[in-house]
């Protein structure tokens, strides 16, 4: 008989490792799950919440089961994996990390620390501390922090803003659920698998209906960044990249993934991407185009986007940020943003 305090945790925090070793343990395949109605019209609920609002994933009702809510986890990240839509995945991912803050709010701080360690293996300790009228509830080791809030613009975040002993961040309750909220929006962003349909019948029909959406979503956000290129809307970290390009400076496999992305995301054609990249001291053109065109996707069925910027930030990319990159988290956010507001050259 399954213990109630593992479903209930489970539900929980469906994302985290003891979860996932009951979903082992209860070996429960796609095809008993396709015929749990209420855990598969949840797991669409998750979907188009994320999609459609900014607010957390909420639970099914007042009577929503544990199970329900665990199980239906499961098919929402096989969905996620199957549509292998970037934007999905991390409006999926954000909405699912605030359900899980609204949780960490309510735990005790010794909790905290355990589902941290557990699930991030971060030395995070539960120790409340006073300072000049100020309650502190943890310590988090500072290289922790750092790797949790890279993709956080709020001047409070920084490492200088922030009081430390030992060389641990001091934390109120409110910051650590923030800071374990962000882990679990990076770990879901991360954890990618190779999934593809055909699924049990129920399931299968939800992909499809997904799948539409989901590209129609992404369509939408295409022709609004698309259309005439506006390079003096391009993010700082882009307009460094570009720059080094032109100077035949070697760029990381990464940089030159983030500048292409970006560039084929915001409708730059294969050929003048590839006259970009000729300077580059170890330019192969076949190489080259191999690369580009499967980024662009047409030698797979990924169409990348370029990393949010709390990946550039941990890979230094993140250069030279402005004013402007305060109220965004991704440098097709801001080029969406910017393009609006900068009349496009007459050509
Ligand atoms: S904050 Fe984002 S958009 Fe701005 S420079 Fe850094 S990575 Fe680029």
Redesign the pocket.
Known sequence: MLEDTKIYEAAKYPWSISARTLLKELDISLKEIDANTRALQQAQRRLLQALESKEPVTLEGKTSSEFVEFTSFFVAKVMVDAIKSMYFRRRWATAEAKRAERFFFKESDLKLATLAKHNFNWQLDPKPTRIAGREFSHRLHFANYLAATAGF?EREWKLVNKRMVNGCVLLRKGDTARVLRAAVEQLLISDVKRVSPPFPPNIQQMYEELEVIVRNRTERIKQEIMGEIVPEAF????QALLADMTEGKPLSHIARFTVTAFLLNVGMDVDSILQLFVKAPDFREDLARYQVEHIAGKRGSTEYTPPA?AY??STR?????DKH?EF?RH?LA?YRRRRKWIKPKSS
Do not use: A, E, Q
């Not at 993010?235 to 882009?238: D, G, N």
């Not at 990319?317 to 940020?321: E, F, G, P, R, S």
């Open positions: 613009h993010p700082p970290c882009i910027c550039l930030v990319l993140c250069v030279k940020k990159c965004i440098p801001y």
